[in-house]
T-cell receptor, first 115, second 113 residues
Framework: NAGVTQTPKFRVLKTGQSMTLLCAQD?????MYWYRQDPGMGLRLIHY???????AKGEVPDGYNVSRLKKQNFLLGLESAAPSQTSVYFC??????????????FGSGTRLTVV | QQQVKQSPQSLIVQKGGISIINCAYE??????FPWYQQFPGKGPALLIA?????SEKKEGRFTISFNKSAKQFSLHIMDSQPGDSATYFC????????????FGAGTRLFVKA
């Protein structure tokens, strides 16, 4: 069981470039999330999805777009990268059907640097 | 109202000692309070969690104490070990169609051998 897989693991972008981060989960979870982690700020929710074809904004959605065309995949897009988007990005998933209550399963992260 | 405040920012504990991390929240609509453990280069992993109708939950060396009236909760790590050295995040979750979780800023724990 792979759990939650994020690709790529590392990326360096130039300001203004675009990219897509891919998250895939094999646990048949309904809910998926994108967070960013910055020193001293914990994890902040960017966007989330409660099911295939549905997305919603979190705490810090500006500059990001998401899509969930398939239940197992959740994509995070940066249309025009800015240095303020330098961060570690984590994808997570959860399901009301698991024995973990509302707990998340996280991927191992993508470290993005925008220069 | 959505904030979760965590302290201390960092903590050094001797092997065998008790590590205590505190958190406070404001929104009484939160109905699930998890703690996550994160090792360098890894994603956070769910460690232990509690619901607001319970005052304490213990799993092995890890205990959550929950004070609903004060809107505070804490993680106690008994008999702390060097392998417990990690960053710990408290969090609070709203079940509003998807489980929206707000995280504290994190506590970096170092257990000295």
């Amino acid at each position: 069981n792979a759990g939650v897989t994020q690709t790529p693991k590392f990326r360096v972008l130039k300001t203004g470039q675009s990219m897509t981060l891919l998250c895939a989960q094999d646990m048949n979870h309904e809910y998926m999330y994108w967070y960013r982690q910055d020193p001293g700020m914990g994890l902040r929710l960017i966007h989330y999805s409660v099911g295939e074809g549905t997305t919603a904004k979190g705490e810090v959605p500006d500059g990001y777009n998401v899509s969930r065309l398939k239940k197992q995949n959740f994509l995070l897009g940066l249309e025009s990268a800015a240095p303020s988007q330098t961060s570690v990005y984590f994808c997570a998933s959860s399901s009301p059907r698991t024995g973990h209550g509302y707990g998340y399963t996280f991927g191992s992260g993508t470290r993005l640097t925008v220069v | 109202q959505q904030q979760v405040k965590q302290s201390p920012q960092s903590l050094i504990v001797q092997k065998g000692g008790i590590s205590i991390i505190n958190c406070a929240y404001e929104n009484t609509a939160f109905d699930y309070f998890p703690w996550y453990q994160q090792f360098p280069g890894k994603g956070p992993a769910l460690l232990i969690a509690i619901r607001p109708d319970v005052s304490e939950k213990k799993e092995g060396r890890f205990t959550i104490s929950f004070n609903k009236s004060a809107k505070q909760f804490s993680l106690h790590i008994m008999d702390s070990q060097p392998g417990d050295s990690a960053t710990y995040f408290c969090a609070a979750t709203l079940n509003t169609g998807g489980f929206k979780t707000i995280f504290g800023a994190g506590t970096r724990l170092f257990v000295k051998a």
